[in-house]
């Protein structure tokens, strides 16, 4: 084999690498998200677990992503972004373990929010990793791996039940750490590599720039159209899951089994639009489209469950479920509108950082206009009213312009 085919081989192995490992890391990144609360039952026998408690292990997810998009982009440029991976695997590995063995709530607290920030990390990295590892095939890595994360936060609903029964919650809890254990074996392979490729940039390029502050990304209307629709996806998914069955209980007189059916069905929606939303957003002038065909449906199907709730309920939470379509779209344009790795980490720190925010702010404001009023009407109107505020980035997308190129204008355009 010729010096030439030999390094093309090296090349295509680095990629298929690092694509394996971006999958795997998805794979089991949102496994701890799950896992708790259909084991909540069995755990409460050997650790006291009232609703208010499970209730706060249920808010730190959003939260501890929305830390995680702060420190993580600076973290990246000390370690890496594969540095990184492999701490991220290790830690929500260890993290898996201790919620497997805590023999009380505070350590079952204390391993949830470590494993939170891991997976929130992973959040932050995954579209930088495609970026450097699948530049050429943004769309459908990154379609791969949201539909990794979907199966992940699938899975432990029916495996970790079987798990508990045949082995004891604690087994069921600290087993998922198996997949984080192997998702460090790629970028173990890969450490010499990247190595010499630092090597190679720092005497290119030198250090890398500065991280730019969380406001300065603001004066990018791709990055903040980006974080907008980002945003109303997450407050529409986890508002959803909060309030869909008592509205569909109270509103439209379904029994338990067939609200529980619905919220199933709204899940079950991420899998399609994972594997092809993503394709789609890479393609020129298909970003705009999506947004008006979210935002559509997202307020038709809370305008139904207000209007005529009984007619078609499964209808409205499917039009609802098309609406967070924003979600995987928006990971593939963290990638597909930044010129580099480093910037798309950025980014996506910021679009994190920001959207899950409002993502954890949804429920509450729902929740409380509910308790306020006594109806659901006003918190259905109200996710109407913010999904539909994804309409301006409609315009700012259809331009298809890169966030590096409107820093530099911007920072031109202030420095006159």
């Known amino acids: 084999m010729t010096d030439q085919g030999s390094a093309l081989m090296s090349r295509r192995s680095v990629t298929w690498l690092g694509i394996a490992g971006v999958l795997l890391l998805a794979l089991g990144g949102r496994t701890g998200v799950a896992a708790l609360s259909p084991l909540a039952t069995e755990v409460e026998l050997d650790v006291s ?90 769309g459908r890595v990154t379609a791969l791996y949201s539909t990794a994360m979907a199966i ?68 990018s209307p791709t990055a903040m159209s980006i974080t907008l629709i980002f945003a109303a996806s997450g407050l529409s998914a986890y508002s959803v899951f909060a309030l869909l069955p008592p509205v569909l209980i109270d509103q439209a007189g379904t029994t338990p089994a067939e609200a529980a059916v619905a919220l199933t069905l709204f899940s079950i929606m991420g899998l399609p639009m994972s594997l ?41 939470t499917v039009l609802a479920a098309l ?12 990638g597909a509108r930044t010129r580099t790795p480093q910037m798309a980490t950025d980014v996506s720190g910021f679009v994190n950082t920001v959207g899950y925010l409002f993502a954890g702010i ?27 505020l994804v309409l301006p980035a409609y315009w700012v997308l259809g331009r298809e312009q890169f966030v590096e190129d409107e820093l530099a204008h911007s920072a031109v355009a202030e420095s006159a």
């Open 362 to 388: 949804g429920p509450i404001v729902t929740g409380l206009l509910h308790e306020v009023t006594g109806l659901w009407e006003p918190s259905l109107l109200l996710l109407a009213g913010l999904t539909a």
């Open 49 to 138: 677990l009232s609703g208010l408690w499970l209730g706060l292990l249920g808010t730190i997810p959003p939260l501890a992503y929305a830390v995680a998009g702060l420190y993580t982009p600076r973290v990246t440029r000390k370690l890496g972004l594969e540095g990184v991976a492999i701490a991220v695997a290790v830690v929500t590995s260890l993290a898996h373990v201790a919620r497997g063995l805590t023999p009380s709530y505070v350590g079952l607290l204390v391993a949830t929010v470590a494993l939170m920030l891991g997976v929130g990390s992973l959040n932050v990295i995954l579209p930088g990793l495609v970026k450097l590892y699948a530049p050429a095939h943004i």
């Open 152 to 219: 992940s936060t699938a899975l432990p609903a029916g495996v970790g039940l079987w798990l508990a029964n045949g082995f004891g919650w604690r087994i069921a809890l600290g087993s998922w750490a198996v997949i984080s254990i192997v998702a460090v074996i790629p970028w173990l392979v890969l450490a010499p590599f990247v190595r010499r490729r630092a090597a190679r940039e720092r005497e290119r390029f030198g250090e890398l720039p500065a991280v730019p502050r969380l406001g300065a990304l603001r004066r």
């Open 276 to 316: 092809t939303i993503p394709l789609l957003a890479v393609r020129p002038r298909w970003p705009s489209r999506l947004v008006v065909v979210a935002a559509v449906c997202s307020v038709s199907g809370y305008l139904g469950l207000v209007l005529a709730p009984a007619t078609a309920p499964l209808i409205w």
């Open 323 to 334: 609406g967070t379509l924003t979600f995987s779209m928006s990971l593939a344009l963290i």
